[in-house]
């Protein structure tokens, strides 16, 4: 006798769960129609028909715009919960939070320097 049977609905659980992945994959495979037709196979740009390459290489400047508005929001996401529990946390939770945005905004103006918010 397993001497763990408290643990059975667990496995179970875990089967379960492991198993629905799996199956929703199965099913789609078997389901969905598989015909490569070169209308499918062509890539889609918004009903216009597509010319040249489809591999272009985009400038970094976009990538770089982009990076710059994630370090916003992370900045954004971190300092609300701070400033919402801002008296229970004391003088340190303070100072940590100057000294946080402070590397933040070191990284926004490096980045400005290297021309990364500029779009032209």
């Known amino acids: ?7 059975d609905s667990f496995w179970i659980f875990l089967v379960v769960c492991m198993s629905i992945p799996f199956l929703a994959f199965s ?4 389901v969905a129609p598989s015909s490569q037709r070169p209308e499918k196979l062509a890539s889609y740009e918004s ?38 529990s801002f ?12 000294i946080f945005i402070f590397i933040l905004v070191i990284g926004l103006v490096y980045a400005w320097r290297k021309g990364a918010p500029e779009w032209s």
């Open 1 to 7: 006798m397993f001497p763990y049977q408290q643990y």
């Open 27 to 30: 099913i789609s495979r078997f």
């Open 47 to 84: 009903g216009i028909e597509p010319r040249g390459d489809t591999w272009t290489r985009f400038q970094i400047r976009y990538y770089m715009f982009a990076l710059v508005f994630t370090v916003s929001d992370v900045e954004t996401v971190f300092l609300y919960p701070w400033v919402t």
């Open 87 to 98: 008296q229970e946390l004391g003088i340190f939770a303070f100072v940590e939070a100057i």
